[in-house]
């Protein structure tokens, strides 16, 4: 079996994984967590984040991130700092790669909108719907459903699971990746890691579409603990910076996510120091191991709030957000009541509605406005997108 080299004891080690659900032989000349990344890579769910929404919705412009390009930032950010603490960089990438997997058309909206829509039938929530793709949805494989990761990859992609659901996952599946919501365990520090890089990689380049939009001015940023540090910082460097705004604002957010990177690797390595687990599993016994200093953790909430309210509160956003959450009601409506509309699979499904769930969710934004102008025969956006 190929093994990692250069890792701390407390790191994931691949020939200590606890497995997968079907027992496959060694992947050699990879290792487990490397056969992990590349799975996902080569599935269809991945394919399609390069159509669905981070904030903006994927007509507004070709520049702003999309699911896909958050998921390969969040992938940089991790590796950057496992490899700088030692961990499974390999592990990292295949939970980053996967951590948005499950995430429906229309981003936050498109989330809730189908949350509402599954109210009696159990609900919908993205963690878990990503860790349905990668156990259940994918069908690429001869003998199993879904992607057979690791379950050290399981667990890093269920971020989260409400305790009803948990229990359920134990009843299915006992002592794996529902466990730890039952014991109050913490997960593998790859998973911890990839956590936190996904909200530093958004913070920064939230601002960043923000301004490029024009919803953000460059003015509304002064103020901001973390902004103004780092523009400070590359004015002083650069004076020549003031006359190019958007120069400016890249080399400020360069110089902040390396900033944030350092902070965590610093802060997390005293941490690790200092409690001194014997091995990966040790780690999942102790309170979270992985996290910035106070003062960062501070500067990255005020940023946080002036996003939620400046940027995902902003009236062009919230139309976006509305139209897309009527689309995913409509869509999910015309699918129950008229369920040959269905691929074949979907409309032969036990439970009709989460079968109308798993493909609504599975559907880019472009996708969904052409179903939904195909089902209703009204547009929900003016512009001819699609
Ligand atoms: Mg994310």
Not at 32 to 41: A, K, L, P
Not at 324 to 350: C, I, K, W
């Amino acid at each position: 079996m190929m093994a990692d080299t250069g890792l701390a004891r407390w790191a994931s080690h691949s020939e200590r994984s606890r497995g997968r659900r079907h027992p496959e032989p060694p992947p050699a000349p990879r290792t487990e967590h490397q056969r992990d990344r590349d799975r996902i890579v080569h599935s269809t769910a991945f394919r399609r984040l390069v159509y669905k929404t981070q904030v903006f919705v994927n007509h507004e412009g070709d520049l702003f991130r999309t699911r896909l390009t958050h998921s390969l930032e969040v992938a940089q950010l991790g590796r950057s700092m496992a490899r700088l603490l030692a961990l499974n960089e390999d592990l990292v990438e295949a939970i980053a790669l996967a951590h948005d997997l499950g995430h429906t058309p229309f981003g936050h909206a498109g989330q809730d909108a189908l949350h509402e829509c599954m109210h009696a039938h159990g609900g919908f929530e993205h963690n878990l719907q990503s860790l349905r793709v990668v156990d259940e949805l994918e069908q690429r494989y001869a003998t199993f459903d879904g992607l057979n990761l690791s379950f050290e990859a399981r667990e890093g992609i269920l971020k989260r699971c409400p305790r009803a659901i948990a229990e359920r996952l134990e009843l299915s599946e006992p002592g794996g990746v529902g466990r730890r919501f039952l014991e109050g365990l913490q997960p593998s520090l790859e998973a911890q890691l990839v956590n936190l890089a996904d909200e530093i990689a958004y913070n920064a380049h939230d601002i960043d579409d923000g301004v490029r939009s024009g919803l953000l001015t460059l003015a509304q940023l002064e103020g901001l603990p973390l902004v103004d540090r780092f523009r400070g910082e590359a004015l002083e460097a650069h004076p020549t910076l003031a006359g190019q705004p958007r120069r400016l604002l890249a080399e400020t957010l360069r110089r902040m996510l390396s900033a944030e990177v350092y902070d965590v690797v610093e802060c997390t390595a005293a941490r690790l120091r200092e409690a001194d687990p014997a091995d990966a599993d040790a780690v999942r016994h102790l309170g979270p191991m992985v996290g910035a200093s106070a003062a960062l953790r501070e500067q990255s909430l005020s940023l946080k709030r002036f996003l939620f309210s400046a940027l995902y509160r902003h009236p062009q956003v919230m139309d976006t957000t509305d139209r897309a959450r009527a689309v995913v009601h409509e869509l999910f409506a015309a699918y129950l009541a008229r369920p040959a509309e269905l691929p074949p699979d979907h409309a032969a499904h036990a439970d009709l509605p989460r079968a109308v769930a798993d493909y609504i969710a599975g559907m880019t934004d472009r996708f969904a406005l052409r179903e939904h102008h195909r089902l209703t025969g009204r547009r929900a956006f003016d512009a001819g997108v699609f």
